[in-house]
């Protein structure tokens, strides 16, 4: 009995809050007609901004500084979006490292997924981008074996229809997670290959 009242105390929803077009509605109701639009409308985002749904378990939490959730596995993100910011710490980006040159070092404090799997120790080096993230962590420099394996989830998630528009960016993440490189360039070789030729 004293489970089933925790269990329904803890699943209890919060009140809604309001709709934006209802809170729109209070207020044009509430305000002088004389008065300008501009008016109106930022009491209105000042009164969306205000309002969030959050429960008071949740609260409770946060204030108690305690996890909002368990996982029995570790997820690791990896961003392989080609204008994504490659390089985040260090001096030594070369001209031909086509995937730095883009971005500037200042204010960066880290090396991203992609710099700490080239820089990786000889021992790994059989390892892909996608296989070293799976069953290691990086941790103060290195690379720690996992006791259970990674969720490897990788952004941008992109559309595997061939040909389509996503199709050449699809590819070239594809290459970049399976098969185990050291740069950009040791990849592509000549310029001129596009992505899906290396893909096939």
């Known amino acids: ?28 109701d509430n305000s002088n007609p004389d008065d300008p639009s501009l008016t109106s409308i930022q009491k209105l985002l000042l009164k969306s901004v205000a309002e969030r749904d959050i429960s008071a378990q949740k609260m ?28 985040l710490r260090g001096s030594d980006i070369g001209e031909n490292d086509e995937e730095l040159t ?4 200042v204010g960066r404090t880290s090396k991203s997924p992609l710099r700490k799997y080239w ?29 259970k394996e990674n969720i490897v989830r ?21 290459v970049l997670l399976h098969v185990q490189h050291r740069s950009i360039q040791q990849l592509i070789e000549n310029s001129n290959i596009p992505w899906s030729s290396i893909y096939n």
Not at 16 to 24: G, L, P, R, T
Not at 102 to 105: L, Q, R, S
Not at 122 to 131: I, M, P, R
Request: hydrophobic share 35%.
């Open 154 to 174: 990788i952004w941008p998630r992109l559309s595997a229809l061939q040909n389509g528009d996503q199709w050449k960016e699809f590819c070239r993440v594809k």
């Open 60 to 87: 409770c939490h946060l204030l108690l500084s305690i996890p909002l959730y368990h996982s029995s596995q570790q997820c690791v993100s990896l961003n392989l979006n080609e204008k994504t910011p490659r390089w």
């Open 102 to 105: 883009t971005i500037t070092e």
């Open 119 to 147: 820089d990786r120790p000889d021992q790994l080096e059989d390892f892909s981008l996608f296989k070293l993230y799976l069953t290691h962590k990086y941790v103060n420099g290195n690379w720690k074996i996992c006791e």
């Open 1 to 28: 009995m004293a489970l089933q009242y925790i269990s329904k105390y803890a699943s209890k929803a919060e009140p809604q809050s309001a709709a934006f077009s209802e809170i729109f509605s209070q207020i044009l």
